[in-house]
T-cell receptor, first 111, second 112 residues
Framework: EDQVTQSPEALRLQEGESSSLNCSYTVSGLRGLFWYRQDPGKGPEFLFTLYSAGEEKEKERLKATLTKKESFLHITAPKPEDSATYLCAVQASTGGFKTIFGAGTRLFVKA | DADVTQTPRNRITKTGKRIMLECSQTKGHDRMYWYRQDPGLGLRLIYYSFDVKDINKGEISDGYSVSRQAQAKFSLSLESAIPNQTALYFC???????????FGPGTRLLVL
């Protein structure tokens, strides 16, 4: 069964304390892995798409990496404005259109 | 103006009532989706549409129906609302199945 698991459920960091969020997936052929950011009361906002193992993408303090079984979202020297829920989603390349979302990691960054 | 809009933003209704949630987009995308989000469960796909004449059931379509009135408009209906349909509902669009999805601001629905 296709599945996406994100850990931890919640993460509390001090400003400047770097860390990583994990997204483990099981899918019958990976077409793409997506990271989104969701602020309270808003819809998810796209961050990155990764297509193959070994691929990396960066945006400001965020860097996403991908292996055959998991993806990491690395946050370097976070700021309070990075506080949000980060969602991971995978799309299978077989069985037609199917995007599966993880439950998300809630990140709190304290000044 | 936002590319994907949803109305209403908040709705309280009673068990058994029929309600409609509406979604409009100005991105020119053919593909539109309806998701619901529940705490701890992530986003789950209700229905999706690849063009005006194409409607497909998602993971959790029971108790819901949709209408694609135009390329830019996709509505979700709850024929007879029940309390476990209380959730946050999101509309999204994309250019193709493998591409980024763009989400609306969501509709918070409470069924009493």
């Amino acid at each position: 069964e296709d599945q996406v698991t994100q850990s931890p459920e919640a993460l509390r960091l001090q400003e400047g304390e770097s860390s990583s969020l994990n997204c483990s997936y099981t899918v019958s052929g990976l077409r793409g892995l997506f990271w989104y950011r969701q602020d309270p009361g808003k819809g998810p906002e796209f961050l990155f798409t990764l297509y193959s193992a070994g691929e990396e993408k960066e945006k400001e303090r965020l860097k996403a990496t991908l292996t055959k079984k998991e993806s990491f979202l690395h946050i370097t020297a976070p700021k309070p404005e990075d506080s949000a829920t980060y969602l991971c989603a995978v799309q299978a390349s077989t069985g037609g259109f199917k995007t599966i979302f993880g439950a998300g990691t809630r990140l709190f960054v304290k000044a | 103006d936002a590319d994907v809009t949803q109305t209403p933003r908040n709705r309280i209704t009673k068990t058994g009532k029929r309600i409609m949630l509406e979604c409009s987009q100005t991105k020119g995308h053919d593909r539109m989706y309806w998701y619901r989000q529940d705490p701890g469960l992530g986003l789950r796909l209700i229905y999706y549409s690849f063009d005006v004449k194409d409607i497909n059931k998602g993971e959790i379509s029971d108790g819901y129906s949709v209408s694609r009135q135009a390329q830019a408009k996709f509505s979700l209906s709850l024929e007879s609302a029940i309390p476990n349909q209380t959730a946050l509902y999101f509309c999204a669009t994309s250019d193709s199945p493998g591409e980024t999805q763009y989400f609306g601001p969501g509709t918070r629905l409470l069924v009493l």
